[in-house]
């Protein structure tokens, strides 16, 4: 369970508590002789900042449970960390920390090309990174919508970006995002089911390899699995 926040709020402890227990109910195990409620694993990803997050104590019979989710600072995060550790689902947020250079727009020929650069930059992570095609599209579009409503006072910038961005978004066509991911989709289920055959002893890689209905891709893919 993972929540953004972008400005400062005392009361996120509390809110992250009711959230989980919602969600620890509506998932629960009911068995003969008891009901097992599960909290998930929670997170508050900080967009701006953070603020300190209190502790909350649930006291049963003088027991006591400690709840603090994980905070996520955005401000500590490169552009380097994003690509590396492939946490792709932050690039869109990662604008935040840009703020101020994006206010410089229109101020100089030098702010001005600094911005595209980081604009053309972010856009190149998320196109040459190994998400799946529908996967990209949908944080593509993410990172436009977080862009324009940063930019939305500098009509310039807003124009310019989204204009960069906007174009990325139209290279991946529906038609072709949807057909990639059914592929992908076939794809993974081959490997799947061939690993499950070698597992049974049904068959081997070598067999697999001599009846020719596997690429070199897909036999290396089962090989690793």
């Not at 992250?16 to 227990?21: I, K, P, Q, T």
């Not at 649930?58 to 492939?86: G, H, S, W």
């Not at 862009?147 to 290279?171: D, P, T, W, Y």
């Not at 038609?175 to 089911?193: C, F, L, T, Y």
Request: net charge negative; with cysteine.
């Amino acid at each position: 369970h993972l929540e953004s926040q972008s400005n400062t709020d005392s009361s996120m402890s509390l809110r992250m508590a009711e959230y989980d227990l919602a969600i620890g109910m509506h998932n629960r195990i009911e068995t003969d002789e008891e009901i097992i409620i599960k909290l998930p694993k929670s997170s508050v990803l900080w967009l701006r900042g953070a603020s300190p997050m209190k502790r909350i104590v649930f006291e049963l019979n003088k027991n006591r449970i400690a709840y603090t989710p994980t905070c996520i600072q955005m401000k500590t995060y490169t552009l380097d960390d994003i690509v590396k550790k492939k946490l792709y689902i932050l690039l869109p947020f990662y604008q935040f920390n840009l703020e101020e250079i994006y206010d410089k727009y229109g101020k100089s020929p030098e702010d001005n090309a600094r911005v595209i650069e980081l604009i053309n930059e972010m856009s190149d992570m998320l196109e040459n990174s190994d998400l799946k095609s529908f996967d990209m599209h949908a944080l593509f579009e993410i990172m436009l919508n977080v862009f324009s409503m940063l930019a939305k006072n500098n009509a310039k910038l807003k124009a310019e970006g989204e204009s960069i961005m906007g174009g990325r978004v139209m290279r991946l066509k529906i038609d072709d995002i949807v057909d990639k991911s059914k592929a992908e989709g076939i794809m993974e289920e081959k490997i799947r089911s061939a690993k499950n055959f070698i597992d049974k002893g049904l068959t081997t890689l070598s067999k697999l390899k001599d009846s020719g209905l596997y690429t070199d891709d897909e036999l290396k893919a089962i090989a690793n699995s």
